[in-house]
């Protein structure tokens, strides 16, 4: 019965923002790390940030360092991904995850153990 719920994706012109949302359930969300990844159809699946399930620690792809912020609310089992300055290159399908240990490659998708439905993030003016 567990669930991840992606939300908050949609079409946005260059420069712009959104903010993302995966809710989550059937799981202890507080021994959970939380991790964003997108992709493009064709292409490789590549991860964007991750949330230790402490919500003290996170981890940014280099391509959206300073640009987009995860942040953890316990009370409602929730995982946010503000995204700023918002590039046509940003486009894609965005995805949450979640696992259980730390220290892990956060980077493989492999490792995690559960997944949301995804949600289509479009950049273009």
């Known amino acids: 019965q567990v669930q991840l719920v992606e939300s908050g994706g949609g079409l946005v012109q260059p420069g712009g923002s959104l903010r993302l949302s995966c809710r989550t359930s059937g799981f202890r969300f507080d021994d959970y790390h939380i991790a964003w990844f997108r992709q493009v159809p064709g292409r490789e699946r590549e991860a964007i940030s991750v949330i230790r399930d402490s919500g003290d620690f996170t981890l940014y792809r280099d391509s959206v360092k300073g640009r987009f912020i995860i942040s953890k609310d316990n009370a409602k089992n929730t995982v946010h991904l503000q995204m700023n300055n918002l590039a046509p290159e940003d486009t894609a399908i965005y995805y949450c995850?979640?696992?259980?240990?730390?220290?892990?490659?956060?980077?493989?998708?492999?490792?995690?153990?559960?997944w949301g439905q995804g949600t289509q993030v479009t950049v273009s003016s």
């Open positions: 995850a979640a696992k259980s240990d730390w220290p892990f490659d956060w980077k493989q998708g492999e490792d995690y153990d559960y």
